[in-house]
């Protein structure tokens, strides 16, 4: 039994590792369609305008947030982004709820961003307004 | 402790980094040389009606009041009163990237007949995405009435690029409409047989001329009157010549100005003077044979999303030149020609917010509508 665990144990393993690879891959591609054009390719945005992703504290601090921004369009009134005022509401992409979590995947794990959680779709679809 | 203060002092580097290099990307974006800002600014921005989402496009009644499409699928009557009337029956829309209602359209007989035209993104099939829809309404009771759809797209695509959208009547009465590439750029702007990357020209009622350049031309499309086009977003019937011009998002440096001719290739992808946001090339030539070159074209790129003919007189010597909304840089640009070619450029209603719309209201005011603001006069200073 122990073997059969120890087994087990790394295809498990690789396979969790495999989903999150696939979900980023898949979040590049949507990030280079709907994302790219304001937030930038190295994820910078642009100062004052439009806020970073890259090493972004608001990102980390507010992640339901920032999710739901995504998913219903936008946040209210002004942002603070490492230190930076924003107030430019992002209009609502149209992206499916399997989408947004890839996208996610992707900022969270480019330009130094890392991040051990991995967003599911099922937590996309639970978020409500 | 010395954790903590490498914490800070890491987090201090970043933020400075990220200063600078933002900065860097400023001082790109004043690099444009040949664009200038006016020393004195005779002019005053009035916002006339406030909208937080994307007002996409403007039509005048004849009392000067407009109506207006809401990219995430509102058309909203503004009256002079100040009161907002919400239009009903518009059909499901397709909210993607780009894509969502787009331009708003009064037929040239609209007082008697209350027809209008609109474009929008349209999915056919959940899930499968989709493409640039027209349609023809009648207004009537503040609603829209005897909706028929004149033109579908066929080449559907989830891509959130490139919807094109804009429509213009010229004085035949024929309607002219743009579909952007969807994204599919080595497929559709080239190819007679597929929607996308196409000036379109049909009939007021949606039949299609039959002296379109590709009426007899088996499987085409035979609504196309132009092709090899990347997304024309900005559109305008040139007061004397008659003619369509455009303006079209290019690549990074491929942004166009084209007067728009009976079957001619505009040459996207093949021909560009631009290249790919990430810095790659896309083809090394700027010119083939059989190709039409632009008549303008911008480095850098504007984003170019709105076009006018300015025909009023309230605004001394800005009568005759062209209006360009651009996205990219929040201003209008403001461009005088001298026989076909570009002599002047300068910056108008600068910062004031991503331009979509800009048009002249039935008394000669010029209206421009802002992305997250609402709709604004340019009112000259007496």
Redesign the interface.
């Known amino acids: 039994m122990r073997v059969l665990i120890l087994l087990l144990f790394p295809l498990f393993a690789f396979s969790q590792k495999d989903s999150l690879s696939i979900s980023i891959e898949n979040g590049r591609i949507l990030y280079d369609?709907?994302c790219?054009?304001c937030h930038l390719?190295?994820g910078?945005?642009?100062?004052g305008i439009i806020p970073?992703l890259?090493?972004s504290d608001f990102l980390y601090k507010h992640m339901e947030e920032s999710i739901k921004a995504l998913k219903f369009?936008g946040i209210d009134g002004e942002i603070i982004v490492?230190?930076v005022k924003y107030n430019?509401?992002m209009?609502?992409?149209?992206l499916?709820n399997d989408e947004i979590a890839d996208v996610m995947n992707y900022i969270l794990n480019s330009w130094g961003n890392k991040s051990d959680l991995m967003i599911t779709e099922e937590y996309v679809d639970k978020l409500k307004k | 402790m010395k954790n903590k203060l490498f914490k800070l002092l890491s987090i201090l580097f970043i933020f400075a980094t990220n200063l600078s290099c933002a900065q860097l990307g400023e001082t790109f974006i004043r690099e444009d040389k040949d664009i200038v800002s006016p020393n004195e600014i005779n002019y005053d921005l009035e916002l006339v009606h406030e909208n937080d989402e994307i007002i996409w496009a403007i039509e005048f009644f004849e009392d000067n009041s407009i109506l207006a499409t809401v990219k995430s699928g509102k058309l909203i009557h503004y009256k002079n009163n100040g009161d907002e009337v919400l239009i009903k029956g518009l059909p499901k829309i397709y909210l993607r990237g780009q894509g969502g209602l787009m331009d708003i359209e009064f037929h040239p007989n609209f007082e008697k007949n209350k027809l209008l035209y609109l474009t929008y993104a349209y999915e056919k099939e959940e899930g499968k995405g989709g493409s640039t829809n027209v349609a023809r309404a009648k207004l009537e009771n503040d609603s829209l009435i005897d909706f028929e759809v004149l033109y579908e797209a066929t080449e559907v695509s989830r891509k959130g690029q490139h919807f094109g959208g804009r429509l213009e009547f010229d004085n035949d009465g024929f309607l002219y409409f743009s579909i952007g590439d969807r994204g599919n750029r080595d497929v559709n702007p080239q190819n007679l047989e597929l929607d996308g990357g196409k000036i379109y020209r049909i009939n007021d009622d949606g039949s299609i001329p039959k002296d379109n350049p590709f009426y007899n031309l088996p499987n085409a499309k035979k609504a196309i009157f132009s092709y090899g086009h990347r997304n024309p977003q900005g559109m305008f019937k040139h007061p004397t010549s008659g003619k369509i011009w455009t303006n079209e998002h290019g690549p990074k440096g491929g942004d166009e100005i084209n007067i728009i001719n009976k079957g001619l290739n505009y040459g996207w992808p093949k021909i560009t003077y631009g290249i790919n946001y990430s810095g790659t090339t896309i083809t090394k030539n700027k010119s083939l044979p059989n190709m039409e070159q632009p008549l303008y074209y911008w480095i850098p790129s504007i984003a170019p999303s709105c076009f006018e003919f300015i025909n009023s007189d309230r605004y001394g010597d800005w009568q005759g030149s062209l209006l360009a909304g651009a996205l990219k840089f929040k201003y209008l640009e403001r461009i005088v020609l001298d026989n076909n070619k570009v002599v002047y450029r300068e910056r108008i209603a600068e910062d004031l917010g991503r331009p979509r719309d800009v048009k002249e209201s039935k008394d000669g005011y010029i209206h421009v509508s802002i992305e997250n603001k609402g709709i604004y006069k340019i009112v000259p200073k007496s």
């Not at chain 1, 209009?91 to 149209?94: L, N, P, T, V």
């Open positions: 369609d709907f790219i054009r390719p190295n910078k945005g642009q100062i970073p890259a090493k369009g490492n230190g430019s509401r209009e609502k992409m149209g499916y």
